[in-house]
């Protein structure tokens, strides 16, 4: 499989990317569970798949590939902190489904045109991820994963997005960048996976999206959550 710096233009890139994202990931659930923090002292670490008793929330992201020349690049927002979900934490545009949404894919599309003000006219979707749980919130979130073009502008809802940034296919899939760093919360520290992106503002990638992320890398040949 070619590499992405290896496409040479745009319509191969694409086309690379299409083909990727519409294989099943047979491993998928390891590469979820991977990017579960472990608790250090009980080496416990929570699961991605809802408990059988569980009556769980739905929910949908999108996952936005902006496409420049051969350059592909993810978009990822940064929430506001006085959300009730996820609050401050790096996510892609996406939210709970609702009376009105047909799908769980017109979900994704209109919570990323709320969010980031994106027309559901300039998104390609090219496949979805597998669905993942998250405890905390007690969503089940399905991803779905879009191709942009050069010219979509995107503009942030202020009462829900602190900021958007992209991150390199390049970049994410670097060795360097995936970590495994120590954090203390609520009193227990915790060995937490990361991709840990450099730059004028560093920033931890992790939890649920990193873990969406890390689904879509495994697709293009991503293997460093296995080390």
């Keep these: ?36 923090p472990v608790d250090i002292e009980t080496g416990e670490r929570r699961p991605r ?24 690049r993810v978009i990822y927002t940064v929430r506001k902190d006085d959300l009730a979900d996820h609050a401050g934490q790096i996510s892609f545009p996406g939210g709970s489904r609702e009376s009105g949404d047909g799908s769980l894919l017109e979900t994704a599309l209109r919570e ?14 090219i496949g979805g991820l597998e669905e993942m749980y998250i405890p905390p919130s007690n969503f089940r979130v ?14 942030l809802a202020p009462d829900e997005v602190e900021e958007i940034f ?7 899939s670097a060795p360097e960048t995936f970590r495994r760093v120590l954090w203390r919360r609520e009193g227990r520290d915790y060995e ?3 991709f ?9 990638i992790w939890g649920a999206t990193a873990a969406m992320t890390a689904a879509l890398l495994a697709r293009l040949g991503w293997r460093e959550y296995r080390q």
């Design 166 to 172: 992209t991150v390199s296919l390049a970049t994410l």
């Design 196 to 204: 840990a992106i450099d730059g004028p503002v560093a920033r931890n």
């Design 112 to 125: 990323a045109e709320e969010e980031i003000d994106l027309s559901p006219d300039l998104v390609e979707v």
């Design 142 to 155: 399905s991803p779905f994963v879009g191709l942009l073009p050069p010219r979509a502008e995107m503009v």
């Design 192 to 194: 937490v996976p990361v």
């Design 49 to 72: 798949v809802p408990p059988p008793d569980v009556d769980s929330r739905l929910a949908a992201v999108l996952v936005p590939i902006l496409i420049e020349g051969n350059d592909a």
């Design 1 to 36: 499989m070619k590499k992405w710096e290896e496409t040479g233009k745009s319509d191969d890139l694409k086309e690379w990317l299409r083909e990727a994202v519409s294989r099943p990931l047979d491993e998928w659930r390891e590469v979820y569970e991977s990017f579960s």
